[in-house]
């Protein structure tokens, strides 16, 4: 039982060490903050392309993260990076690798795009 505890707080320890470690390099921005500054910036939806053509914030490239790693050719680290995804997670996973690969400015949409209400487009 002592070992089963020491295990659930190591790992909660983690998690929230992650946690604080990622608010430093990601910063999470409301919708209006989002459209204050994705214009000037570089918008990536990372999510899969079927989910892409059914619909996507106006502007948006989509760079899935599962190809990410081997496209990072596409984006400059010179301009920010707005990343969405459909609820927040696949994001910050692509921030995450986007920090480790020396990208300093990188941005998240709160809530993702289900939680989008701006224009959206739809296809390819």
Not at 93 to 116: N, S
Request: a positive charge; proline letters at 2%; aromatic letters at 10%.
């Amino acid at each position: 039982m002592e070992i089963l505890i020491i295990l659930l707080l190591v790992i909660l320890a983690v998690g929230i060490f992650r946690y604080f470690r990622q608010r430093a390099y990601l910063k999470t921005l409301t919708e209006n903050e989002f459209v204050k500054g994705y214009r000037k910036a570089q918008l990536i939806d990372v999510r899969e392309p079927q989910e892409f053509q059914r619909g996507h914030i106006l502007g948006a490239r989509n760079i899935p993260v599962t190809q990410l790693k081997q496209r990072l050719v596409e984006l400059r680290k010179d301009k920010p990076v707005y990343l969405y995804c459909q609820g927040g997670s696949r994001s910050a996973r692509a921030a995450q690798l986007l920090h480790k690969k020396g990208y300093q400015d990188i941005y998240q949409l709160k809530g993702g795009f289900k939680k989008w209400t701006g224009k959206i487009k739809t296809g390819l």
